[in-house]
């Protein structure tokens, strides 16, 4: 059975910092590309971060270049999200997701996820 279990979510003030986390199991990790994607209440779910199989190539979204870093530990099955300067827009479920790929992060979208975790709330204060 495939399980993405998402961790580190919670309450930060704005400006602040957090870092997800995300385990696999059930599948070979290093098989596959992963990425985190967030749902705001009210509104559709969106791309924030990718990161290809290897590592070697990550892709973000235009609001959180600079400040959003996504990276990958395949001995550990676990992709991260490190969130800094965060913004009470940015308040959402942040889910991260898998998909069976050899190509670049350029190839992890929203509709193309083999796997989803059930996500975890980050709530910006302001």
């Known amino acids: 059975q495939v399980q993405l279990a998402e961790s580190g979510g919670g309450l930060v003030q704005a400006g602040g910092s957090l870092r997800l986390s995300c385990t696999a199991s059930?599948?070979?990790?290093?098989?596959?590309?992963t990425g985190w994607f967030r749902q705001a209440p009210g509104k559709e779910r969106e791309f924030v971060a990718a990161?290809?199989?290897?590592?070697?190539?990550?892709h973000y979204a235009d609001s959180v270049k600079g400040r959003f870093i996504i990276s990958r530990d395949n001995v550990k099955k676990t992709v991260y999200l490190q969130m800094n300067s965060l913004k009470p827009e940015e308040t959402a479920v942040y889910y991260c997701?898998?998909?069976?790929?050899?190509?670049?992060?350029?190839?992890?979208?929203?509709?193309?996820?083999?796997?989803w975790g059930k996500g975890t709330l980050v709530t910006v204060s302001s």
């Open positions: 990161i290809s199989w290897s590592g070697s190539s990550t």
């Open positions: 997701a898998a998909k069976r790929t050899f190509q670049g992060a350029g190839d992890v979208v929203l509709g193309g996820m083999d796997y």
């Open positions: 059930g599948i070979v990790f290093s098989l596959y590309g």
